[in-house]
């Protein structure tokens, strides 16, 4: 049986597993699933592509969203069944199976977007591979429009400076002081990635619990501070005047997840290691008001979706924050 029949009869089962009338079900065109499919994933592709300078909080699982959300309202474009409470109960489970079965399609094609290895036509929405683009790789071979970038996007510049780093320093943030000298010991359980830096799921989009205990640090001063204040954050443990202290660590992590780009991952640019390793004290950070102020901000707009408005405040708040957490370094600490 290949994959598309697979499909086709998995979804009837689980249809029929929700009692769904039976001439609803014939009205079904279980042919069409691919090209519902490539329809959404080329609507999505062409929207990222033409707003990825706005849309600075994009990630892969808000672009599988916005994929299957489609295919999901597509393929059930009926109106008779859109609007009972069968497609209500059935929604989710059917968004988790075209999620699960296009994921590497759909994985694949957005970091080709946000790597910049790939175009997306701005005019037909026609994709392809900058390597494959011959003399003239940003003209569409299917429409003949010109997809020349006209800017640079401050912000891939940034991504692009935390991604060629080399590095030999590393950095955690504690909320105690535990003298200049300290060796961490593997004791947090965090979300769980496997050893090449993929997210493992418990349930749908939810990333489980790793069940071996590591330590967590960062690439960056500024990564380390942000994953500390959104803890103390969560469990409304900020007072204004929260003193940070940071340890430097100079051993190789076991994993590098500063490639993953899922909820606040990619601006923490997070490390992993799985044995003691020892931290150098250098310096510490204050929390005061004016900083819980901007990452609110901060937060606030990055868990929105990629295309909501904010004012000019808010944006210019959060280009500024930014811009902190992107380039805090040791002169910035206080001894």
Known sequence: MDLQENIKQTIRR????????????????FKKIDEIFKEALTDASKKFAKNKDKWNFMDEYKFNKMVVSYMVDTFFSDEEYYNSELFTEMWDDLYNFFSEHYYDQIRDRYYAIEGESAVVCEDCGWFWYLSDGGEDPYVCHKCGNDNTPKKTNVYESIRRILREETTKNYYRAITEFKGDNIIFEPEGYYESFDDDG???????????????????????????????????NHYGSLTGNNKIYLYSINEKPNKDLSHVRVDDFEYIQEVRYKKPVEGNYIGYFIFDNNFNKNAENFYERFTGEPWDEYTEEQVEMWEDFHRLISTLNKNDLKK
Do not use: Q, Y
Not at 16 to 29: A, C, F, G, T, Y
Not at 199 to 220: G, L, Q
């Open 14 to 29: 689980l249809l029929k597993e929700s009692e769904i009338p039976k001439h609803l079900l014939r009205r079904l065109d």
């Open 198 to 232: 993929n997210p493992e799921f418990h349930t749908d989009d939810i990333i489980a619990r790793s069940t071996t205990p590591e330590i967590s640090a960062s690439k960056t001063i500024g990564g380390a501070l942000l994953g500390v204040w959104s803890m103390l």
